[in-house]
């Protein structure tokens, strides 16, 4: 057999070399058709969706940090005017008459007056029917209508000095007056201090041992209802800013043991200013948060069997207290916290405290230099601070000529259908006082007497036309810019009144029924009647209107028995 040329042998192998790169270059060329074929494709679902994901949250970001931007703009804003308008904490220093001391400077300035009659003004206005007439303060003296509110001369000595004494002042010329109830305390110091103390049912005191408690709302009950000093219904009390009382109150209480001496005092003094922070630790300003969540509520003496005693002891004579008689509940929280302060507490210490601020109270009609802590514990007490107007009491003292007409235009025509049936139950109130006169244990033979003629010829009268409520005050007068007065609608009529010398007769907004001395007759302001209830005697009620037209209708007494004569004090 003939072998082939090697040429032949070499083409051969050439086609068969050429054959296999020509199948792999073919194999190549489809696997990188199918590798582009494979990336060419749709893609799966998933792929999608975490693409349109990451642009949702892309989107929702960028928006959110625009609403981020924005709010914090506004918040920014809000800080800066709530920093502009912010009122300062309270201090335990205040005035006599209900009165705490919130001292936030006055600025005359277009923008914070702007401030004030918007966002601030509507914020702190809210409270003041709710907690009118509900004002405490530890360091201050008991209100009472004889030293305090009707002798302006007495709260501050000429050129500031606290121990001076004014010679003619009418604290004293009206305990030199024939018959006063004060027992004419003007002359010898300690024993007359301790008589005045004696007479109020505090025999003995200071006390040693511990006593009952129904004797300590004895006590209390003639206090409120022969000097006026309401001692537990309604003793001003402030909180400290660091639930502390000062030093100058607790100087003031050593003192007035001191004056009594014996072992009995370093004992009671501290037991009395261990009460008093008691009380300042319970109490809060008006207006605050903690206060307005117990908003005020009608309920009966049966939810606070604990006071009936005392109620029961103060209206004695002028109104039956039942378990259903009718409250106004200012304040649970704190009536509650009260009661359980009192339970823990010996009457004895309870008796003590009242013989101080009797004391305290009763420390301007006192000769003898050993009375010198008390009246300037007293002065200090009921010194008005200097202090400008605070910004929210200027926008009620702005608003207050229309509130006025407002309020009595929409409420002239509810009280004309029920004018009649309340100046009976008036009426009716104070023939049962004129009754029970002579049955009055703390007052004299001739005091009654007296009384029974005076309190037959005031006349109760209902105050709520516009013409009679035309008397607000537009401005304050310039040396009652410190006066420092949470009962704003009831204080600045009162210096305006002072002031201008408009008759204080008729003010509708008052909350406490005053005594017209030329007219002879005790206003009954329409913002003290409670419509919602209907006109009987339970709805007349305790507190709201009976005991408060019941005070009235005493002080009328007083007033009319020994006027004073203020005019050299203004």
């Known amino acids: 057999m003939r072998r082939p040329p090697a040429s032949a042998a070499v083409q051969c192998h050439q086609r068969g070399a050429e054959a296999a790169s020509a199948e792999l270059f073919h194999r190549g060329i489809l696997r990188r058709a199918g590798s582009q074929c494979r990336w060419g494709r749709s893609p799966a679902p998933g792929s999608v969706f975490a693409v349109v994901s990451t642009a949702v949250v892309l989107l929702c970001s960028g928006a959110l940090l625009y609403l981020y931007v924005n709010w914090s703009n506004d918040r920014l804003s809000q800080q800066q005017l709530a920093a502009a308008t912010k009122r300062a904490p309270a201090v335990a220093a205040a005035s006599g008459s209900n009165a705490v001391s ?33 004002a405490a303060d530890p360091c201050a003296d008991f209100y009472a209508f004889r030293v305090q509110s009707k002798t302006p001369s007495v709260r501050r000595a000429p050129g500031g000095a606290h121990g001076a004494r004014p010679a003619g002042s009418p604290a004293r010329q009206a305990a030199a007056a024939p018959g006063t109830v004060l027992e004419r305390i003007d002359a010898d110091g300690t024993a007359t201090a301790a008589r005045a103390a004696r007479g109020r049912g505090l025999a003995g005191w200071p006390y040693r041992n511990n006593r009952d408690h129904v004797d300590a709302w004895q006590v209390a009950a003639t206090l409120t209802r022969d000097l006026g000093l309401d001692a537990l219904l309604a003793v001003e009390l402030l909180q400290h800013r660091e639930r502390r009382l ?3 109150y607790t100087d003031g209480a050593a003192a007035a043991f001191r004056l009594v001496g014996g072992s009995a005092e370093p004992n009671a003094s501290a037991g009395v200013r261990d009460f008093s922070e008691k009380l300042a630790e319970i109490s809060s300003s008006r207006g605050e948060d903690d206060f307005a969540a117990s908003r005020f509520r009608v309920t009966s003496v049966a939810s606070y069997a604990a006071y009936k005693p005392l109620l029961s002891l103060v209206l004695r004579g002028l ?26 507490t010996r009457a004895s210490e309870v008796l003590n405290y009242l013989g101080f601020r009797l004391m305290v109270h009763v420390s301007p009609l006192l000769q003898g230099e050993e009375f010198r802590d008390l009246w300037q514990l007293h002065l200090k007490g009921t010194a008005a601070p200097a202090t400008g107007w605070p910004r929210w009491k200027r926008c009620l003292r702005q608003l207050e ?25 008036a009426a009716e109130l104070k023939g049962r006082m004129v009754a029970s006169l002579p049955s009055l244990p703390w007052m004299s033979a001739s005091d009654r007497a007296r009384a029974r003629n005076v309190l037959s010829g005031v006349r109760v009268r209902f105050s709520y036309t516009p013409y009679a409520a035309s008397s607000g005050a537009t401005a304050p007068p310039e040396g009652a810019r410190g006066a420092s007065s949470v009962s704003v609608p009831r204080r600045l009529p009162l210096v305006a009144g002072r002031a201008t010398g408009r008759s204080l007769e008729g003010l509708s907004l008052r909350h406490l029924a005053p005594l017209g001395l030329a007219s002879g007759s005790v206003f009954v302001p329409a913002a003290l009647l409670d419509l919602g209830q209907p006109a009987d005697q339970e709805s007349l009620g305790v507190p709201r209107i009976a005991s408060r037209l019941a005070r009235s209708l005493l002080q009328a007494v007083h007033q009319r028995s020994h006027a004073l004569v203020v005019s050299s004090g203004r």
Do not use: I
């Open 246 to 248: 000062p030093r100058w």
């Open 102 to 134: 919130s001292s936030t400077p006055a600025a005359d300035n277009a923008t914070t007056e702007a401030v004030c009659l918007t966002r601030f003004c509507l914020a702190h206005s809210s409270y003041l029917e709710g907690y009118l007439d509900w």
């Open 319 to 344: 109104v039956t207290v039942r378990d259903q008689t009718k409250l106004l509940v200012k304040s649970d929280r704190y009536l509650r916290a009260l009661r359980s302060v009192l339970q823990m």
């Open 401 to 425: 000529p229309l509130l006025q007409e407002t309020y009595m235009a929409a409420l002239a025509p509810l009280l004309d259908a029920r004018l009649a049936s309340l100046s009976a139950l």
